[in-house]
Structure formats: C-alpha cells, structure tokens
C-alpha cells in the first residue's frame, strides 16, 4: 500500500502528532483528542517527531516548546525548510507566556500558540480550526491541479483559457485572504491579551487605591475641624487663666506656638496631596475603561489625559544646575471638541501606541547624540486636537525624535514589523492601531515624518459612529498592506 492511499485511509477527522517528553501530557491529550474522533500519535523528543513526520505526514502537529536535546522552535524550523513537510500546521503548547515567546513560536513558522495550563475546550476549537484550515489549502491546491489540467488541455481556446486563469486568480486570492485573515486574528489576541491583562492591573490599583483614599479623604475635614476647636481653646485658657510653671515649661518644650502655626498648614498639604492621589486615581480608571467595550460618547481629551498620567514616569522631567533637564516636554494644544462617539477603550490603546513610540524614538536619539558626542535635544511631544466643518475630529500628535526613513514608513502599519531589538517590540501595536481607527471607527491614521525633523501621527475619526459593524478596506479585503503613510 502507498503513502497516499495511507494518507486517504486516515480519519476523517483528521491524523494529530502530539510531541512532548512529559507522559502525562502525552496521555492527557491522546485521550482528549481521541474522544473526538481524531486519529492521534505521540512522539517524545524532537528527533522521535521528525521521524514520524517523514513515515506518515499527520494533519496537524500539536508541539512542546522546552524539550531537551532538540527543542520545539528547532523542529518546526527543520520541518518547515523541508517541502515534504513545510505546510503541515504546527501549533505550540508551552508554559512560556511572555510575548516575545510567542512572537518567536509565529516566526519560526508556528501557525498558533497555546500556553499552559492549557483549557480542554480552547485546545479542541483551535486544532479544529487548523484541521478546516489544513482542509482548505489541499481542496485548493487539488482544486488548482485539476485547473491546471484543463487548461493544458484546452489552450488552443483562448477565451476558455482566460477564464481559467481568472478562476485560478480568485481561488488563489481567497485563500490569501483566508491567510491572513487567520495571522491578523491570532495577532490581535496576542496585543489584546496584553492590553486587557494592563487594562485589569490599571483598573485593580485604583479601586485598591480609592477605598482608603476616599477613607482619609472624609475624615480630614473633621480633622481639621477639631484641630482648629482645640487651638482656640487653648487660646481662650491662655488668655483667661495664668500659666503654671510647669505647664510653661511643657509648652516651651513642645514649642507651642509654631504647632499652632504649623498644623494648619501641615494639614492643609495633606488635603492637597489627597486630592492630588484622588485625580490619579480618576486617571487611571479612565485609561482602563473596562466598563465601556461599546460606543460610548466621551471627551477625548479625559482619555489623552490619562494616558499621559500612565507614562508620566518617562514625562516627568527633572531640573539641572547649569539649566538642562531630562524627560520629555509635553504640549497641549487642545482645540474645543464636543463629545465623540467612540470605543474609549480601544481609543486609549492607540494614543498608548503612538505616545510610546514617540518617547522611544526621543529616547533613541537622544542615546544617538550621546553617542556621537553630541548634547541630546530636550524631547516635546505636542499634542493638537481640532474640529473640521466635515464633523470629523482631528487628534495630531508630533515629537521631536530622528524621523523614519521612507522604507520604514511603507512597512509602518505592516503586522509584526518593528525596527525595535527583540524584547522591546513585538511589530503589532501600530497595525492594531490602524484597525482600530479605520475598521472600528470608519477614521484615518496617517503618518508624516522626516529624518532629523521628528514624526507626526494624525487621528481622524468622525463625530458619530454607525451602530453597524463597517467592513475592511478593500486592500485589507485581498491581504495587501494598508496605504502607505
């Protein structure tokens, strides 16, 4: 019996290699994946998986990551250089949660990633959605042999041949689409993992914070209240009854006159780094708005606000002797916005993206002049927003960083495209920023920069948003990269 009729004697459910040298795991999924009707194998190391790869090609491979002698990422690289074995799907299961893991499992070929403690159900809906993928891709690539076929077969008639190839070209365009459609939705629940993961953290502290703040807050009011009670009764008995010697003395020695002069002021510093702690907290729990994942009407400069007090660590600036400061000068040119209809919440994760990158390229050009013996040029971030008579609200925001060479701007809003070393970037969050602006928010977000003169990023979003979900731009539609900025 050939390969081939092994292959087409499998289940229909589909034939999964799981590698891991844990057997428990092993037996963990077999069982699971078994009761589903999926034909499984087990390999235990890295070498073993390699050679039931080449003896009967599975389906699918589920694949262990930290596995001595040869670890998950080397095999799926030597799996995926080989032809034979290149389009078999590999999704990796792994306790390594970081986000650069992840984006590494992605590049070396991984076409999902799983991490463990794994639950039962998300590992069947993913390998179900891989095996329908894997499905796909060879009814397509059957479907274009057999197109092939016949147009070899009837090339002396022109207009039959044209047809063809414009069924070929669509067929092959939709599994493009079909492609990247797949990457750009496990790129989003990697970013969105991340920033609901900061968005909880953000929404945690405040509602730790606010409990004994609002606590200190009521009660020194009272505070105040008796303390001054209590100064002008000690004035009134100094002032109807002699002092003994001895009570003189205590009062020297606590020195009485400066407490009566310094408590009040003492407790009016304490009201105001209360209410400085108290707009903090506000801040806060407007950047994580985990209550408002629908359109809601908001003032767009409450969430530029609170996005600032986020990074204000890397804005805050401290003052030199000969006059030279570090940190980033922040400009507000706020212009008179009505409310906007938006998703604040996915709204503040743009102005994150784009705030971050401006402080990273100050930073590194900063580090550049350092380099070259240069003194750094002090970083501003100005910050415009302005209406138009289109009823569409304008946010700009332009630092004085090195600029971006061309090359970098065509590939700007590409998935997975950064110029940061690895640990600093993962290449998604401009991307999901312009999905963001443009799907959501049927907006713009466009880009100007020249090199040695700084970036700006410009927002446009209407006034009033559709209750209806808008479609994709039809260059998104056939997997091209958006417009250039």
């Not at 699918?60 to 389009?87: R, S």
């Not at 990074?311 to 400009?331: M, P, T, Y």
């Not at 990158?357 to 930073?363: F, K």
């Not at 013996?373 to 004085?400: C, F, K, Y």
Request: aromatic share 4%.
């Amino acid at each position: 019996m050939s390969k081939s009729d092994l292959m087409d004697d499998r289940s229909l459910n589909g034939n999964i290699l799981i590698v891991d040298d844990k057997a428990d795991n092993l037996r963990l999924l077999s069982r699971m994946l078994g009761q589903r009707g999926y034909e499984v194998r087990s390999a235990i190391s890295g070498s073993a998986a390699l050679m039931a790869v080449r003896a009967l090609p599975p389906d699918l491979i589920l694949l262990d990551i930290n596995m001595p002698a040869m670890n998950g990422y080397q095999v799926c690289e030597e799996l995926k250089a080989c032809e034979q074995t290149g389009a078999i799907p590999v999704i990796f299961l792994s306790a390594l949660s970081d986000t650069a893991d992840k984006v590494k499992a992605f590049r070396v070929g991984g076409a999902d990633y799983i991490t463990k403690p794994f639950q039962v159900e998300e590992v069947l809906a993913r390998v179900e959605n891989q095996l329908t993928l894997r499905q796909m891709q060879l009814k397509l690539q059957q479907s274009n042999q057999t197109l092939m076929q016949e147009v070899q077969q009837r090339k002396q008639a022109q207009d039959i041949l044209q047809d063809s190839e414009a069924a070929l070209r669509q067929r092959t365009q939709e599994l493009e689409v079909a492609l990247e459609e797949l990457r750009l939705t496990q790129m989003q629940l990697v970013q969105s993992e991340k920033m609901s993961s900061l968005g909880q953290l953000v929404a945690g502290v405040a509602h730790e914070i606010n409990n004994p703040i609002n606590f200190i807050h009521g009660n020194l009011r009272p505070a105040r209240d008796y303390a001054e009670h209590l100064l002008m009764l000690i004035h009134a008995y100094q002032k109807s009854a002699p002092t003994p010697p001895e009570l003189q003395a205590q009062m020297d020695s606590i020195d009485l006159e400066f407490v009566k002069q310094d408590l009040p002021q003492l407790l009016e510093s304490m009201q105001v780094g209360i209410d400085r702690i108290m707009g903090i907290v506000r801040s806060l729990r407007t950047f994580s708005r985990l209550d408002e994942a629908d359109i809601k009407t908001v003032d767009l400069h409450d969430g530029l606000d609170s996005t600032l007090m986020i990074l204000s660590n890397r804005i805050k600036q401290d003052n030199h002797q000969d006059g030279s400061s570090d940190g980033v000068e922040i400009v507000k040119r706020y212009g008179d916005l009505p409310r906007v209809e938006c998703y604040p919440g996915q709204l503040n994760q743009v102005f994150m993206n784009i705030l971050t990158n401006a402080l990273d390229a100050i930073e590194d050009g900063n580090s550049q002049c350092l380099a070259q013996g240069r003194s750094p040029i002090p970083g501003q971030v100005t910050i415009s927003t302005w209406m138009t008579e289109a009823q569409t609200v304008h946010i700009g925001i332009l630092d004085n960083g090195p600029g971006m060479p061309d090359s970098v701007q065509q590939r700007l809003f590409d998935p997975f495209f950064t110029t940061k070393p690895i640990g600093r970037g993962t290449g998604l969050g401009m991307s999901i920023s312009y999905r963001i602006i443009t799907e959501r928010h049927r907006g713009t977000l466009t880009c100007t920069s020249t090199l040695g003169q700084g970036t700006e990023f410009v927002i446009t979003i209407p006034l009033q948003q559709s209750r209806s979900q808008p479609q994709p731009r039809q260059r998104e539609e056939a997997g091209l990269s958006p417009e250039p900025c």
